[in-house]
């Protein structure tokens, strides 16, 4: 296809809608689309000139005056003006019928692409894939229309024709920003938008500049090659403008379409630095989910990804453990040493840090160095975290009326970790605070969790009828739980155990056990459970069988500083 024999390949689809008594075309479109092209194809074979001023100055009213007078003295002559991106002429009342060709109207479509590639069998998927990576942008699209792997010297002639035209066009760089969203529709780049200005932009802005344009689901999509450019483009402004747009990106994605088709769509766009925000920031809205769902996405991270950030893989690490075990954590087999643990010292480095001034995802981080040690053996340290964490949520922007599931999740699980410390009034008093939490989220997960744990801790030290109390409300909630209600159901049964034990109701108690395994797994509470093995036993006066399971746990077993064995 050459200029000099063919028609633009935009051109049919403009004069589908254009009037077609207008004998004035202007042309405002970047270089790269094939601008003068398509105002040679609009004039073809009638008499006319086509004016090309995208490369020098004009008198703008004077001139195209001039050649509005022209075409009223001659009713069969046709013009054509090329404009440079600089030149607005939206005021200008000629005499002319005046169509406007604009950069979106010069932007190729995948069928237009396609025909370019002559129609053949196969051609739609390449089209397709040509449109994913550079949109309808003609100079880009002739070279890998002739070859595809051309995808570099495709780049540069795109960077070349985009950063002129974004110099004119969005020369604050605002348009540009809308780069880091992983989705576009009208909500979402408005809410994007009405983090970072007072006068928000919209998507007509974007498709108007050329930066969006619709894909086969005939919704929007920002082809990859001018994804990269803006990007780019954007990062000049430095870490800390682009930290303030990854934030409003993120906030702005999963209020419209929630996490999981957020996480979709940055996994189809390679868009790591998104799915790192969804671990470290949302994860209490990851747990709430189909977890299940969200590790099946995350397992085609490539690790060398999720290796170069700690907190990335380490978030992602404990989630798979929480999925991968319908109770809950596991207990470790061996406990490690934390003044010898790398890991460990970086994360309370970097919480130390953090906590000075802590936000969401300061607590975030925190909640991974508690869960960590935990996961280790490192009960006492654990315990300790818990604390820290506690206190940086409570200083975090109102984080516990913010945020309530928030609050809920990470009161919740300090609660598990200074009880397996030993600190029972201390996790008592955090799961307190997790079931306030819960009570406003309109969740069931979150408050049947802590109210199985209160049930659990005061079945153990005796106080039976605010055990029952809790178990009251646990059972409001339970049936309504989704995923992990093993997990939270565990502590209500253990809690129902104690409970019967203590009237001496061997049968009862055997009926709550036999809901779990008749040894102890390897859940992080079993002490809890062998405890209330043994107690069974002794109740059938089977006080040896008792000692032989209490003794085999403790030699088998790391047992944190909160043990009943």
């Known amino acids: ?26 042309v405002r479109a970047a270089s790269g689309t094939g601008r003068t092209w398509f105002a040679k194809s609009w004039i073809g074979d009638r008499r006319g000139t086509v004016h090309d001023f995208s490369s020098r100055e004009f008198e703008g009213l004077a001139e195209l005056e001039a050649i509005s007078r022209k ?86 002639t795109l960077r070349g024709a985009l950063s002129m035209w974004l ?17 576009f529709d009208d909500a979402t780049v408005e809410i994007f938008y009405s983090h970072l200005h007072a006068d928000p932009h919209t998507v007509n802005d974007l498709v108007h500049c050329g930066l969006l344009q619709e894909n086969a689901e005939q919704d929007w999509m920002m082809p990859s090659m001018v994804r990269e450019l803006l990007l780019e483009r954007v990062q000049l402004a430095g870490a800390q403008r682009m930290e303030l747009l990854e934030a409003a990106a993120l906030e702005a994605a999963t209020s419209v379409h929630g996490v999981l088709a957020t996480a979709e769509a940055a996994l189809e766009q390679r868009r790591w630095s998104v799915l790192n925000r969804l671990v470290t920031e949302k994860w209490d809205e990851l747990l709430l989910l189909d977890l299940q769902k969200f590790m099946k996405l995350a397992s085609r991270i490539p690790p060398a990804i999720t290796g170069r950030n700690t907190y990335f893989g380490l978030g992602l690490r404990i989630l798979g453990e929480f999925m991968r075990n319908d109770s809950g954590l596991q207990a470790p087999r061996l406990a490690m040493d934390y003044a010898n643990n790398p890991l460990a010292q970086a994360l309370r480095h970097e919480t130390d840090r953090l906590y ?32 820290r ?16 599931s ?64 809790y178990l009251s409300e646990h059972e409001q909630h339970i049936s309504r739980v989704g ?83």
């Open 71 to 156: 075409l009223s003295q001659d009713p069969e002559l046709y013009a054509a003006v090329v404009l440079s991106p600089e030149h607005t002429v939206w005021h200008l009342a000629l005499t002319a019928k005046i169509l406007f060709a604009q950069q979106r109207d010069l932007l190729l479509n995948a069928g237009e692409i396609s025909a370019m590639l002559g129609g053949i069998a196969g051609s739609e998927e390449e089209a397709l894939e040509i449109y994913g990576k550079c949109g309808g942008w003609l100079g880009a699209v002739k070279l890998l229309v002739r070859d595809l792997h051309s995808v570099e010297p495709a780049r540069q």
């Open 167 to 183: 110099a004119h066009s969005d020369p604050g760089k605002e348009l540009s920003e809308a780069a880091i969203l992983p989705v």
């Open 406 to 469: 928030l609050a809920a999740l990470v009161h919740a699980q300090a609660g598990s970790s200074l009880f397996l410390a030993g600190r029972g009034a201390e996790a008592q008093q955090s799961y307190e605070l997790s079931l306030d939490s819960a009570r406003r989220t309109g969740n069931a997960f979150l408050p049947a969790d802590p109210a199985g744990k209160l049930a659990l801790l005061h079945a153990l030290e005796g106080h039976a009828d605010t055990a029952r109390d």
């Open 1 to 26: 296809m050459t200029e000099e024999t063919q028609m633009h390949p935009a051109l049919r689809r403009f004069t589908g809608w254009a009037d077609p008594q207008s004998r004035l075309l202007l």
């Open 389 to 404: 964490m506690r206190s940086a949520l409570h200083k975090a922007s109102d984080a516990s009326t913010g945020n309530p």
């Open 356 to 387: 000075l001034n802590p936000d969401p995802q300061a607590v975030t981080i925190g909640l991974m160095e508690m869960l960590y040690l935990r996961m280790n053996g490192m009960y006492a340290e654990a315990g300790e975290s818990a604390l």
């Open 483 to 565: 995923w992990g209600q093993d997990m939270v159901e565990r502590d209500a049964i253990l809690a129902r155990t104690c409970l019967a034990l203590r009237m001496l109701d061997a049968e009862l108690a055997r009926s709550e056990l036999s809901k779990l395994s008749r040894t102890p797994d390897m859940d992080e509470f079993w002490p809890v459970h062998a405890y209330l093995l043994a107690a069974e036993k002794f109740i059938l006066a089977l006080p040896a069988t008792a000692g032989k399971l209490v003794h085999q746990m403790s030699r088998q077993r790391v047992v944190s500083d909160g043990t009943y064995c």
